[in-house]
């Protein structure tokens, strides 16, 4: 069964640094999403991607965030350079469509600590 | 604004006892909505959703949630449990203007033997 993948599954990083998320989309999907999880938090939308541009992005979406679709198959996040308050479980998804109703395929999440 | 609230944060029951986990959602129109099941190590798996039609809907693994429009509500319930389902719960919303989907904190389920 096909399945959205992220690497790494764990992450450490000093406060200031940039760190790269990665996620391999199912291959047939064209809307790819960021979420994340603060711990004992919600799982909160970060950003919504398609056909190569951002088509949705929620408020912790700062100048900080990117996205990218380097290639045909990896869908990146990257953060400039991380705070404390950037640890979370980091969710990547992804779906045929983009209309409400559509299922959203997640990832396993990375979990970005940030020291 | 739109919400989505699981007033239970832990949940703990014995293998084979009935459960039920509860959601509100606070949304002006009717929303989609979905279960996610999250098993530790595991991304977050769909357990099923209601888009319209039958306010009673069948999922995968035994689940099955009820739609209560009166109430905002969308329960998830399983007749018997199974030490296998511990795992965190998580309800979402989907509101129908936008593909983005607004979760709840999460009900982590602990299964006893």
């Known amino acids: 069964e096909p399945e959205v993948t992220q690497t790494p599954s764990h992450q450490v990083t000093q406060m200031g640094q940039e760190v790269i998320l990665r996620c391999v989309p199912i291959s047939n999907h064209l809307y790819f999403y960021w979420y994340r999880q603060i711990l004992g938090q919600k799982v909160e939308f970060l950003v919504s991607f398609y056909n190569n541009e951002i088509s949705e992005k929620s408020e912790i979406f700062d100048d900080q965030f990117s996205v990218e679709r380097p290639d045909g198959s990896n869908f990146t996040l990257k953060i400039r350079s991380t705070k404390l308050e950037d640890s979370a479980m980091y969710f990547c998804?992804?779906?045929?469509?983009?209309?409400?109703?559509?299922?959203?395929?997640f990832g396993q999440g990375t979990r970005l600590t940030v020291v | 604004a739109q919400s989505v609230t699981q007033p239970d944060i832990h949940i703990t029951v014995s293998e084979g006892a009935s459960l039920e986990l509860r959601c509100n959602y606070s949304?002006?129109?009717?929303?989609?909505l979905f279960w996610y099941v999250q098993s530790p190590g595991q991304g977050l798996q769909l357990l099923l959703k209601y888009f319209s039609g039958d306010t009673l809907v069948q999922g995968i693994k035994g689940f099955e949630a009820e739609f209560k429009r009166s109430q905002s509500s969308f329960n998830l319930r399983k007749p018997s449990v199974h030490w296998s389902d511990a795992a965190e719960y998580f309800c979402?919303?989907?509101?129908?203007?936008?593909?983005?989907?607004?979760f709840g904190t999460g009900t982590r389920l602990q299964v006893f033997p």
């Open positions: 979402a919303v989907g509101p129908w203007n936008t593909d983005k989907l607004i």
């Open positions: 998804a992804s779906k045929t469509s983009g209309q409400g109703n559509t299922e959203a395929f």
């Open positions: 949304y002006g129109a009717t929303p989609y």
